[in-house]
C-alpha cells in the first residue's frame, strides 16, 4: 500500500510539473535540452530550487529529464508500455512472469546506471519488479486487486 501511495504522489508531482508553464529557465538549460531532444512536444518545465524538470512527448513516450544549472542531466525518466522494452528484457520478463500483463514500465536513468520499474498484473494481483538490462529482476511489492 505504501509504494501505491508514493505512485500516486509522484503522479500528482507530474501533473504540477505539467500545471507550471511561466518558469524561467537558464539559457544553458534550454540550449543543452534543445540539442538533445529537438523534436520534443507538449514542452513544460519546473523550477526546483537548483535543478530544471522538463515533461514532454518524444516518439508518442512520456518523458521526463532533471537538469541541473549547467544543462548537465542528472536523470530521465521515460513511461511507456511493453513495445519499448529492450527486446533481452523483454523476453526476460515474459518467461518469468508467464501469464501476466505488463501495464506500464518507468525506465529511470542516470550516471548510476539505468532500471526499469515495470508494473505487471493477473487476474488477482498487481506486481512490481526492477529489472536492469542484463535481465537481472527482483518482485519489490504485490497487493491484491480491488474485487469491483
Known amino acids: 500500500m505504501k509504494k501505491l501511495v508514493i505512485v500516486l504522489v509522484a503522479g500528482l508531482l507530474s501533473i504540477q510539473l505539467m500545471a507550471n508553464t511561466n518558469t524561467d529557465i537558464n539559457e544553458k538549460v534550454k540550449a543543452s535540452f534543445k540539442a538533445t531532444f529537438p523534436n520534443a512536444q507538449s514542452v513544460k518545465w519546473h ?10 512527448i518524444r516518439n508518442s513516450i512520456d ?9 548537465n542531466i542528472i536523470q530521465t525518466t521515460r513511461f511507456y508500455g511493453e513495445q519499448n522494452l529492450p527486446a533481452y528484457l523483454l523476453a526476460q520478463v515474459k518467461k518469468r512472469f508467464e501469464g501476466k500483463k505488463i501495464h506500464i514500465v518507468t525506465e529511470l536513468s542516470s550516471d548510476a546506471g539505468m532500471e526499469f520499474h515495470i508494473t505487471l ?19 519489490y511489492d504485490q497487493f491484491k486487486k480491488q474485487k469491483s
Open 47 to 56: 523550477e526546483n530550487g537548483n535543478t530544471f524538470t522538463v515533461s514532454f
Open 63 to 71: 518523458h521526463r529529464v532533471e537538469y541541473d544549472t549547467e544543462g
Open 121 to 139: 498484473h493477473d487476474a488477482k494481483k498487481w506486481y512490481l519488479v526492477k529489472a536492469y538490462a542484463n535481465g537481472m529482476m527482483e518482485v
